[in-house]
């Protein structure tokens, strides 16, 4: 078995370019980091190349042609996207939601009526707040949760990481601040931060929807089993290897994706 | 310290354990960083040598530009790589981008400027004797650099170290142009970032673990070999 790879990739490296027939997926980091795109790539049963990325960088990547296929979750960005590219294919194929958290004892301060209104009271109460600011799909809903509270989101309490959602998390943790994270991310890290999530009225309209868009025929495969039945039920298995309760699941979190 | 002991704990665990991931990075690590110096080495270090030896207009602005090459960001490195070869891009017909050939290419660029510094450092400091023995042989060009290389062989090893050291323990151009592909692109710099990231923070301690013992076998490797070319005291 080892001895196999250690020719496959004597192989790869010695051609230089193992470009070929693979396929070549992009995912945001939300859902790489969760572990939970590694088990759909296993319920898929083939290989599948998975580069993680923003979705702003993924679509870009997508753009120039590198990537056969992505899997994003901005629909701002993905009508943009299917605007400049319109042979591409779109579909939502699974959502999750997101969750504002922060540390316990500064949480029970915060107003819970809703996401816009806890984000405001974070902002008035000068608590730190930890962005992502990296054209991520998790960027997007903060920066849309910021305009809806009616703050413009800076100053020495608004720290941007510029890094992908676990590390983001990480130094909320660490520097006891508040940061809008992706249900997977946080429950992979609970057991070792202490934030929590703040206890929202309106949690339900905090959705995560992920699309999926082929674009090119080498994506056409795995485009076409996320969105079947049996691709359905591989989004319900491999959310259920990863996490004891479901975060990810199939179809549109709207009947308007 | 009851954390740090747990993650300890993982780490040494997860090294020992030595499963088919860790197996599968470290031969990429392996095969990427030793290619990608090699070609470095191979390119860089007769340059450094004739660079060292040779007298022109502008040599000081080359040597200036190797020194500065030595700098480079890997991520600009690999920022400029992944121009290249992106689909649309001057090279994006080699179909390149995300495979070790790619990794290899980066850090080729990164290991050049470093073989042919060192080397050209070492050369620069052989003694006006020896340099004046040199140029008064009687033999080709291509001949006397060889001889040169010879005399300062121990730089020449640091020059091979130093590079093996930087392309080993950098993520940036790896990251980019790698894109961190499990079983694929994958390397224990890139590794580290996506436990990090995960919170597998034993596993992340782990993989540098692993970087660093790496980097003491091959270290101790070329530290041997020229010790035994000094001579007895």
């Known amino acids: ?257 | 310290m009851e954390f740090l002991g747990e993650v300890l704990g993982d780490a040494f665990r997860y090294v020992f354990e030595f499963g088919p991931e860790l197996r599968t990075i470290l031969a990429l690590t392996l095969i990427v960083a030793g290619l990608a110096t090699a070609i470095g080495v191979l390119v860089g270090v007769p340059f450094g040598v004739w660079l060292g030896l040779s007298r022109f207009r502008g040599r000081g602005l080359v040597l200036a530009l190797v020194n500065t090459g030595m700098g480079i960001p890997p991520v600009l490195a690999g920022l400029l790589l992944l121009i290249l070869l992106w689909n649309d891009g001057v090279l994006g017909s080699w179909d390149a981008l995300f495979t070790p050939g790619a990794m290899i290419g980066a850090q080729a660029l990164l290991a050049f400027p470093i073989a042919a510094g060192v080397t050209a450092g070492a050369v620069r400091n052989l003694s006006g004797d020896a340099v004046e023995q040199l140029a008064a042989l009687n033999v080709s060009a291509s001949r006397r650099s060889w001889i040169a290389a010879r005399e300062v062989w121990p730089g020449i090893a640091a020059a091979v170290a130093a590079a093996f050291g930087r392309v080993i323990a950098e993520v940036g151009a790896v990251l980019v142009v790698g894109g961190n592909i499990e079983g694929e692109t994958r390397v224990l710099t890139t590794a580290i970032v996506q436990e990090a990231r995960q919170s597998n923070l034993g596993a992340a301690l782990g993989l540098g673990l692993v970087l660093l013992a790496v980097a003491l076998i091959v270290n101790l490797a070329l530290t041997w070999a020229q010790l035994r070319g000094e001579p007895a005291a």
């Open chain 1, 1 to 257: 078995m080892i001895r196999r790879r250690w020719i496959l990739m004597v192989a790869l490296v010695t051609t230089a370019c193992g470009g070929g027939d693979r396929v070549v997926a992009g995912a945001g980091t939300t859902t790489v980091d969760s572990g939970f795109m590694a088990a759909l790539e296993e319920q898929y049963g083939a290989d599948l190349s998975i580069v993680p990325g923003s979705t702003a960088e993924l679509l870009e990547l997508a753009a120039q042609g590198s990537l056969d296929l992505v899997v994003v979750h901005d629909e701002r960005q993905e009508l943009q996207f299917m605007a400049n590219n319109p042979t591409a294919q779109r579909a939502g194929v699974f959502h999750s939601r997101f969750l504002l958290v922060g540390p316990f004892e500064l949480v029970g301060g915060i107003s819970t009526a809703s996401a816009a209104d806890a984000m405001g009271a974070i902002a008035a109460a000068g608590h730190k707040f930890v962005t992502r600011d990296d054209g991520s799909g998790t960027h997007s809903r903060e920066l849309a949760l910021w305009a809806e509270a009616g703050v413009t989101p800076e100053g020495a309490w608004y720290v941007a990481t510029g890094q992908g959602m676990g590390l983001t998390l990480q130094v909320a943790d660490q520097i006891g601040g508040f940061t809008l994270v992706e249900a997977g991310v946080y429950a992979s890290a609970a057991d070792t931060i202490d934030l929590v999530p703040v206890p929202l009225d309106d949690a339900a309209t905090l959705a995560n929807q992920y699309s999926a868009i082929r674009v090119d025929e080498a994506g056409l495969e795995f485009f076409n089993w996320l969105v079947s039945d049996a691709g359905v039920r591989g989004i319900v298995a491999a959310d259920a290897v990863v996490f004891a309760e479901p975060v990810y699941r199939p179809g549109a979190a709207t009947a308007t994706p």
